[in-house]
């Protein structure tokens, strides 16, 4: 019996080990695949070109593309979303985000075509804030506000590029007091498009100082396909039953209020041409929605154009969207182009504008030891 039971025994070992050297082996064919030892561009699905130069630093283009004809193309460049290549009902298929043919354009315009958005998106009144008892005066742009992080925002610095199979990263390290803002804040932007037509947008960031932050991607869309006109047949809805009512410089008055019975309510799909002449302000929608459920990954919109039958889905943890319909809009365009008021709309997922300002606003106060977290996606179907 002791024998039969050592047998057993060296029998059990043996099968154990040959386990473990099958799944050692398994690891290893797995790394070999994916190119351990490969230089980065050849581990990477994702096309990588030169772009142009800007200060001497090289700028690059990198081309996301899945099996369904979907393709996004991002510059290290502000980390702008330069192109979205997307069929319509017929196949056919077009770009539809708004920007320029030349890196030079983007380095010197105003719009902020697909750029990230930092180190404050939206606006911050009289470019001031105080935080812990100490006043910050910021670089002021817009009027007398400061907007979308000052006049040398995130939008014109290269950004460090690297590529994981399918995933584009993007860092940048933002300098203590950097257009105003106090303390050493390094951001990590990550891009995938997915099989399922979603652009996931990813964004973290630390600091070395107490110090407020609110990032955002500033893509402006026409589902019918830039250069094409207007987006005024376009049918909106955004799932939010409250927003920020703005005086006459674009900042908060008070408390998000409610959309019951105004022409802010969009819980209901509705075109555009139907709504847009009547919105307060005269400029169209430029407006921080309110969400209730801050944190969690949940639908915030959806836009679709009847023509192309193209569907735009948004969706984001922030607590805010702000909605702008391009009233401003005049700039010269892809292809010998130009674009004109309300030829493009942006869903900028947010904290809300002024934050700073407003105790009762969702904070936007990151400190030393915290991580900002944020996901934001954009899907993209057919009707």
């Known amino acids: 019996m002791a024998r039969k039971d050592n047998r057993r025994n060296i029998c059990m070992i043996l099968c154990f080990v040959t386990v473990v050297i099958i799944a050692l082996l398994a690891v290893v064919i797995y790394l070999a695949a994916r190119g351990t030892n490969c230089p980065e561009s050849e581990m990477s699905s994702i096309l990588k070109e030169e772009y142009g130069e800007f200060k001497g630093e090289q700028v690059y283009q990198y081309t996301l593309q899945n099996k369904n004809n979907v393709k996004v193309q991002i510059i290290n460049f502000g980390g702008i979303i330069t192109n979205i290549f997307v069929p319509d009902k017929n196949g ?79 860092k940048y390290v933002s300098a203590e007091m950097e257009e105003g803002y106090p303390g050493e804040v390094t951001v990590v932007v990550t891009y995938m498009l997915t099989e399922d037509n979603e652009l996931v947008i990813h964004y973290t960031a630390n600091t070395t100082k107490k110090t407020v932050i609110n990032l955002t991607n500033h893509a402006y869309f026409n589902l019918a396909g830039q250069g094409t006109g207007d987006i005024l047949k376009h049918t909106v809805e955004l799932n939010a039953d409250r927003y920020l009512p703005v005086n006459d410089v674009s900042i908060p008055t008070g408390d998000p209020e409610t959309v019951e ?110 991580t900002y977290l944020q996901t934001t996606s954009y899907k993209f179907g057919l009707v």
């Open 92 to 170: 056919k298929i077009a770009d539809i985000t708004l920007g320029y043919d030349s890196l030079e354009r983007y380095t010197t315009s105003g719009p902020y075509f697909g750029a990230i958005i930092g180190r404050y998106a939206n606006r911050i009144a009289n470019g001031k804030f105080e935080l812990d008892g100490k006043n910050y005066t910021l670089e002021v742009n817009n009027g007398p506000n400061a907007l979308h992080g000052g006049k040398f925002g995130f939008d014109k610095k290269v950004w460090e590029a690297s590529e994981d199979d399918d995933i584009l990263a993007l």
């Open 261 to 370: 019975g105004t022409k802010m309510d969009l819980r209901t799909s509705i075109k555009l041409e139907t709504v847009i002449n009547d919105v307060p302000g005269n400029v169209g929608y430029d407006h921080c929605y309110c969400f209730n459920d801050a944190g969690w990954k949940k639908l915030r919109a959806r836009v679709y154009e009847e023509v192309s039958g193209r569907k735009l889905e948004v969706y984001s943890t922030e607590p805010g969207m702000q909605f702008y319909t391009g009233f401003y809009i005049d700039e010269p365009g892809k292809g010998g182009g130009h674009y004109h008021k309300y030829n493009g709309f942006a869903l900028e997922a947010q904290h809300y504008p002024d934050s700073p300002n407003n105790k009762n606003f969702p904070s936007t106060v990151l400190s030393p030891g915290e």
